[in-house]
């Protein structure tokens, strides 16, 4: 959920996907927001993503649901974060 210049001497790493949400919902939108998210998460060293999954079901009613499944580094648990994103008009 990281906008430009929000890390500090990383003003390229960031996600966008606020700025998605003034997008059209379809499935290059997804695959673009799989990418960004995959990208910003790489640098993230308190945990190992395991997989990332963006649904397109709910495309039709302006909805993407974004599953991040990781392992934090002490432990061997895996995670789960659920992302609703959804435009409101």
């Not at 963006?54 to 392992?71: A, H, K, P, R």
Request: aromatic share 8%; hydrophobic share 40%.
């Amino acid at each position: 959920m990281t906008n430009r210049f929000e890390k500090f001497y990383k003003p390229t790493v960031f996600s966008g996907v606020l700025d998605s949400l003034f997008e059209n919902f379809d499935p290059v939108l997804v695959t673009m927001l799989k990418d960004r998210i995959t990208e910003v998460l790489q640098n993230e060293p308190r945990a190992i993503i395991n997989s990332i999954d963006v649904s397109e079901t709910q495309l039709d009613s302006n909805q993407i649901v974004i599953t991040i499944n990781f392992t934090p580094i002490n432990s061997k648990r895996i995670e789960s974060v659920d992302l609703f994103l959804q435009r409101i008009r």
